[in-house]
C-alpha cells in the first residue's frame, strides 16, 4: 500500500492534482519523479484538449515546476551600519590590546 495518495488517475481530478502539484513546488516539498512525469504528460494533454480552466491550472503548474528547475543566482545583502570593521588578523589585535593593557598598568598612558 502506497504511504501517498495517487495522482493524475482520473479524469475528474486532474485540475486538483495539478493544483496539488504546483502547491507542493511552491513549498518546497520533494516531488518524486513518476509524479514529475506524469504532471508533464497530463499537462501536454491539458494544454492540446483541455477547457480553458483545466489549461490554467496546466499552466500554473508548469510555471510553478520551471521555477523550481531553474537555478536561483545567490542574493547578496549589504547593510551600511557606519561601523569600520578590521580586517586584521586577530593576533595583531590581541598584541596590539595586551601593549595598551601593559601601558595602562605602567602609567604611560597618553
Known amino acids: 500500500m502506497s504511504s501517498t495518495p495517487e495522482l493524475f488517475t482520473g479524469p475528474q481530478h486532474v485540475r486538483g492534482d495539478l493544483q496539488s502539484v504546483a502547491q507542493a513546488v ?4 520533494k516531488i518524486p519523479e513518476v509524479v514529475f512525469e506524469k504532471a508533464g504528460v497530463v499537462i501536454a ?3 492540446h484538449e483541455g ?3 483545466e489549461k490554467l491550472a496546466a499552466v500554473k503548474c508548469l510555471l510553478a515546476m520551471n521555477e523550481q528547475n531553474t537555478p536561483k543566482p545567490q542574493q547578496t545583502q549589504v547593510v551600511n ?3 569600520q570593521i578590521d580586517n586584521r588578523n586577530t593576533d595583531d589585535r590581541r598584541t596590539r590590546t595586551l601593549a595598551i593593557a601593559e601601558r595602562i598598568r605602567a602609567g604611560r598612558v597618553s
Do not use: D
Open 26 to 29: 511552491k513549498k518546497g516539498w
Open 45 to 47: 494533454k491539458i494544454l
Open 51 to 53: 477547457s480553458a480552466r
Open 81 to 83: 551600519v557606519g561601523v
